[in-house]
């Protein structure tokens, strides 16, 4: 199947810094990346929609200025947490999709990275 | 508003057994559902999709399931293995709606010797 890279894998940072999470795509272009969210014991939240050479469309709730979100290329896709505080500590997710064919039918289906583990202190 | 929901959390199978893994959806626009298995710290990984145009798929030993009318899909694994043991999240999507997924809450599965 199709390969998503994550970076970092983990990340502790001080309360009020920045960190930016990296996500690719390593065998495929994706012109759609996607940022989830996943607290302890809980489904995946969807934070937003990442298209490449366009703005990120953000969830509800989700706060585009906290939470900079970058497509420049078919390969990678940037999360900055800005200003992070404690209460942004968590299990960051990034997918990539891809389209095609398969036996018939259209598929469509979302390859997700290894996550990123968030801890602001 | 949960549209996707997997109503139990934990299923425990022995080895060599059938795993039946269920999830209801209430949105009746989702038209392509995928199962995804995920370990603890890891991302999901991709085991199997279906179309809302078909009411079954096959790879190896899942198999998906799609009762449209019943708004109801399932996951067959078959023979379960202790490496199947992990959660396991249904989700949904809209075509057109640059397949934002919908996800259920997970099941985990424990596939026992």
């Known amino acids: 199947g199709a390969v998503v890279s994550q970076h970092p894998s983990r990340v502790i940072c001080k309360s009020g810094t920045s960190v930016k999470i990296e996500c690719r795509s390593l065998?495929?272009?994706?012109?759609?990346m996607f940022w989830y969210r996943q607290f302890p014991k809980q489904s995946l939240m969807l934070m937003a929609t990442?298209?490449?050479?366009?703005?990120?469309?953000?969830e509800q709730g989700v706060e585009k200025d906290k939470f900079l979100i970058n497509h420049a290329s078919l390969t990678l896709s940037t999360l900055t947490v800005t200003s992070a505080h404690p209460e942004d500590s968590s299990f960051y997710i990034c997918?990539?999709?891809?389209?095609?064919?398969?036996?018939?039918?259209?598929?469509?289906?979302?390859?997700f990275g290894p996550g990123t583990r968030l801890t602001v202190l | 508003d949960q549209q996707v929901k997997q109503n139990s959390p934990s299923l425990s199978v022995q080895e060599g057994r059938i795993s039946i893994l269920n999830c209801d959806y209430t949105?009746?626009?989702?038209?392509?559902f995928l199962w995804y298995k995920k370990y603890p710290a890891e991302g999901p990984t991709f085991l199997i999709s279906?179309?809302?145009?078909?009411d079954k798929n096959e790879d190896g030993r899942f198999t998906v399931f799609l009762n449209k009318s019943a708004k109801h899909l399932s996951l067959h694994i078959v023979p379960s293995q202790p490496g199947d043991s992990a959660v396991y999240f249904c989700?949904?999507?809209?075509?057109?709606?640059?397949?934002?997924?919908?996800f259920g809450t997970g099941t985990r599965l424990q596939v026992t010797l």
């Open positions: 997918s990539a999709r891809q389209g095609g064919l398969a036996g018939g039918s259209i598929t469509d289906t979302q390859y």
């Open positions: 065998d495929f272009q994706a012109t759609t």
């Open positions: 989700a949904a999507s809209v075509s057109g709606t640059a397949s934002k997924l919908t």
């Open positions: 949105n009746s626009m989702f038209d392509y």
């Open positions: 279906i179309s809302s145009i078909k």
């Open positions: 990442s298209n490449e050479g366009s703005k990120a469309t953000y």
